[in-house]
């Protein structure tokens, strides 16, 4: 059997193109999950490492899918062959069970691990970088001004979530958000 596992870091990322490409595969069972690569808690993915057996296939797209560090990715690799299943990475190739293959998986798991790295520092760089210039705030920047939360909160007085969220393009759960928000000030 061929399984899939496809995985994205966090809610707002897109499961779909690493999902496309597991089907192209042909991959019989496709396990994905919305959840950090340095969280070792990856529930879809103990699944089926669970389900897997002697003689499947195991598909990923790329390689930082599949683990959360260099070690991991050894341990999961060694686990994998342990039970007789293949590997394929899309962006590398079949994964060998051989000294050479191995290697290779060693040395571009520690590239995948140093990228990882890189990009933590260059974020913490800009962030230190932005915190320098004034009005600086910190996280996504809203997207929605006063004015328009202001709007939905009236028009809320007369419609229902649902229709204020058509009316504004506001969702649900952000006009519930601050609704709540609302009366916790009004209450002090």
């Known amino acids: 059997m061929k399984y899939g596992y496809a995985r994205v870091s966090t809610r707002h990322q897109d499961l779909d193109g690493q999902l496309r490409l597991l089907e192209e595969e042909r991959c019989d069972k496709i396990y994905s999950e919305k959840i950090t690569g340095t969280k070792s ?3 879809e993915f103990q699944k089926l490492l669970q389900d897997i057996e002697s003689g499947d296939t195991l598909v990923v797209t790329k390689l930082d899918r ?4 260099t070690q991991d990715a050894l341990n999961t ?9 293949r590997i394929n990475v899309l962006n590398l190739g079949i994964i060998e069970n ?9 040395i571009f798991s ?7 790295d890189l990009i933590v520092e260059r974020t913490q760089e800009g962030k230190e970088i932005a915190k320098q210039h004034p009005g600086f705030k910190e996280g996504r920047p809203k997207k929605f001004s006063k004015q328009q939360i202001e709007l939905a909160m009236n028009l809320l007085e ?3 979530y649902k229709e204020v969220e058509k009316m504004t393009g506001i969702s649900v759960s952000t006009i ?3 609704k709540q928000k609302r009366m916790i000030e009004n209450e002090l």
């Open 77 to 85: 690799i060694k686990f994998l062959f342990e039970k007789g299943v």
């Open 110 to 116: 520690a590239f995948a691990d140093f990228e990882r």
């Open 66 to 69: 599949f683990a959360r560090s």
């Open 41 to 43: 808690e990856r529930p």
């Open 176 to 178: 519930t958000r601050n």
């Open 98 to 106: 051989t000294s050479t293959g191995r290697l290779i998986f060693t």
């Open 158 to 160: 007369t419609h229902s």
